[in-house]
Structure formats: structure tokens, C-alpha cells
């Protein structure tokens, strides 16, 4: 009984963990800002992600300003970033941006 309570617990976690990271993807994040962003920013997505670090990100994405500082840090792209067909896009922005931040120790291929 012990054994099969562990397995579903262990079940049930994994289970959390895909659900969570399919929800947004880094990769896409990647591509999105090389695709919509770069040219609005005027560097390349490791200069943009390293703006801040992980903590920052992940405080900015909370209080619910990640556009209002996109638009900070890449002005030409203010109102394209609060528009409706931009906002798709933003939780995968985040991942990339995060996953890169100046302390993660990562670096982006773009």
C-alpha cells in the first residue's frame, strides 16, 4: 500500500511539472523576440534578458508589468507590446527572458 502511494505521488508531481512548462515554452519565447522584438529593441536577446535577473523577472511578470517594461526597454515597440494580438505572446517572452537573465549563467544561440 505504501509502495503504491508513493508511485501515484510521484505520478501526480510529474504530472504537475509537464503541465506547468507546456504552458509556456523558452524556445518560443526565443523565436518570438528575434522574430517581433529584436528590430523594436535594437539588440539581441541576450542583452534584452540579461536587463534583469531571474528574481526581477519574476517580480516584474507578477505585479503584471512585463509589457510596460518591454516597452521600457525597447520604446519603438511600446504600443505593439500592450496590444491585444501582442499579448499571446507574452508568457513565453517571460520564459526566455527569465530562463536567461543575468544570473542564470545561460546564454541564448540568438
Known amino acids: 500500500m505504501n509502495k503504491l502511494l508513493t508511485l501515484l505521488a510521484a505520478g501526480f508531481f510529474a504530472l504537475a511539472l509537464i503541465t506547468t512548462t507546456a504552458s509556456a515554452d523558452v524556445a518560443k519565447g526565443q523565436k518570438i523576440y528575434q522574430k517581433k522584438v529584436k ?45 491585444e494580438k501582442f499579448k499571446k505572446y507574452l508568457d513565453d517572452l517571460y520564459d526566455f527572458a527569465y530562463e536567461y537573465a543575468n544570473d542564470s549563467g545561460n546564454v541564448p544561440a540568438c
Open 39 to 83: 528590430k523594436l529593441c535594437g539588440f539581441n536577446g541576450a542583452k534584452f534578458a540579461a536587463k534583469h535577473s531571474q528574481d526581477e523577472w519574476e517580480e516584474i511578470k507578477e505585479e503584471g508589468r512585463f509589457a510596460d517594461e518591454l516597452g521600457k526597454l525597447c520604446p519603438k515597440g511600446d504600443k505593439y507590446f500592450h496590444s
